[in-house]
């Protein structure tokens, strides 16, 4: 990255992408570099329709967490106990893949979860 150039969220602040196909894949991978300074819940990194998608977030102990809607109901899980150093930068990343979900901090893997299904695909915008 560039010194200066990240973006900083406060108070619910976000960035919204326009709807695109290519955003409701069936197996993804979703990376991050975040710098949290307080621990609440719903500190969110990356979501499409939250509860009816998925969403990738920190929970209130800074724990990388996964929600994914499927056809077999929602899912969630959590990185099993490595949380993100607060006030320091970390890479922060998930895969979902055949079911399996995968959790990295700064390239290390934290927890390995199976669940049944795919994420739910949209057809058109939420």
């Not at 955003?23 to 975040?34: C, E, G, N, V």
């Amino acid at each position: 990255g560039t010194a200066g150039k990240a973006y900083a969220f406060d108070n619910g602040a976000y960035v919204e992408v326009p709807y695109a196909a290519a955003l409701r894949p069936t197996s993804f991978t979703l990376t991050a570099w975040i710098k949290p300074h307080v621990a609440s819940n719903g500190n969110y990194i990356y979501s499409i329709n939250r509860w009816n998608g998925y969403k990738f977030q920190l929970q209130g102990s800074n724990l990388p967490f996964l929600t994914i809607n499927n056809d077999n109901g929602i899912h969630d899980q959590d990185d099993g106990g490595a949380a993100v150093q607060l006030d320091k930068w970390s890479q922060v990343v998930v895969s979902y893949t055949n079911g399996a979900m995968k959790f990295y901090i700064n390239g290390v893997m934290v927890k390995n979860a199976n669940v049944t299904g795919t994420p739910v695909t949209l057809t058109s915008p939420p």
